[in-house]
Structures are given as C-alpha cells and as structure tokens.
C-alpha cells in the first residue's frame, strides 16, 4: 500500500491542509495519509510555536471522520528538535519497505531541502509530492540535484490549485478577533475558542 505523508507546525491546521492531503491521496491511489505534527522544528527555533499537545489535538479534530486519515505523535514524544529524515526513517521501519512512503511538501519546502538534515538519506527513504504554494515556483531539480544527490529522479509535481490558506493569517485573525470560519474545520474553530488560542 501507497502510503502518504503530510506534516507540518500545523499551527493551527486548516482547510487547505486537508484538501491537499485528499487530492494527494486520489491523484496518487495512496491508501491513507499520515498526518505529522512536528516535534520542535528545527527551522523555526527562533518563533514562538503552540504546545504540541493542542496542535496535536486539532490534528485529530481536523481529519476525524476520514478513515484515509491518520495522525503520528511521534515528533512530540521524542525531546529536542525534530528531523524529517529520523521520522520517516521510523516509519519506514514500521510500514516495511513493501508499503512505499510519498512526502508531501510545498514547492519552497523542497527548494530548501538541501538545508535539511540529511537531505540524501531523506530522498532514499521516500518519494517526494511537491505541491505549489502560494508566491512559489517549482525549483530547478537540476540545481537541487547539484546540492542534494539523488533527488531529482525522486520528485513527482502534482498540478493543484494553490490554495490561499495559511496557518500565520489564521493566527492573525484570530488575534484581532476576526472569523475563520470554513478557514478551519469547524472542529477546530471551536477548539481555538475552547482554549483561547492566539489571543
């Protein structure tokens, strides 16, 4: 089984999030994707990022009721900051080598990839969906294959629309006490009011 891989700070997850893990998921017949919040991204160490346990929590809210859906806690259970590369590489070990792993990142995640931890044992462990963002162009693979070997014949461009979604307006909004409505699934709207999230 084709399996699918979505992480992210998830902070908070919004609509956008799961309409690319669900057109993913047809396009590529995955049999289910795995949401991932992270751990403590080492990338983003210098911003203020919401506990794990409520970005995690409005993960489950989010995908509840798809049974393609899955989320994985492992980022948040391990201290220090988290890597992509030891994530899938513990996924890999449980799934086994039969059930193929399909990363999905935006364009100028990929772009940064040679920035990553381990960037070359990543794209051994996995293939990689590049889905566009907004305000990002596809990168060069020729110029990622010159920094990060072997990643060009691992990339697969999947042609969706860009959705204008972002997880720092939601937070924004949500600080000047602006709806997000239809932005978040309901689930998760009430869970930001519920605990008073980004006031």
Same mark, same amino acid.
């Given at each position: ?20 893990? =669900? ?5 590529? $017949? &995955?049999?289910? *994707?795995i949401f991932?919040?992270?751990?403590? #991204?080492? /990338? ?67 772009a940064e ?6 960037? =070359? ?5 996995? $293939? &990689?969906?590049? *889905? ?6 596809? #990168?060069? /693979? ?58």
């Amino acid at each position: 089984m084709n399996i699918g891989v979505l992480g992210g700070t998830f902070d908070p997850i919004h609509t956008g999030h799961l309409i690319i893990a =669900e057109q993913a998921r047809e396009i590529l $017949h &995955l049999g289910k *994707i795995i949401f991932i919040p992270a751990g403590q #991204p080492w /990338l983003k160490k210098e911003q203020d990022i919401t506990p794990f346990k409520y970005r995690a929590d409005m993960v489950r809210r989010a995908i509840k009721g798809n049974p393609s859906f899955e989320i994985c806690t492992i980022e948040g259970e391990t201290p220090g900051p988290s890597y992509s590369v030891d994530t899938i590489g513990e996924l890999r070990k449980e799934l086994g080598v039969q059930n193929p792993i399909f990363f999905i990142l935006g364009y100028d995640s990929l772009a940064e990839m040679f920035l990553w931890h381990q960037p =070359e044992k990543l794209v051994q462990l996995c $293939h &990689l969906v590049a *889905i566009p963002r907004q305000g990002t162009s596809f #990168p060069s /693979l020729e110029s990622m294959e010159a920094k990060v070997a072997g990643v060009k014949g691992k990339v697969l461009a999947l042609d969706l629309p860009v959705i204008d979604i972002s997880s720092s307006q939601i937070r924004h909004k949500v600080s000047r006490g602006v709806s997000v409505r239809y932005q978040v699934p309901d689930a998760v709207d009430s869970y930001i009011k519920e605990h008073q999230l980004y006031l």
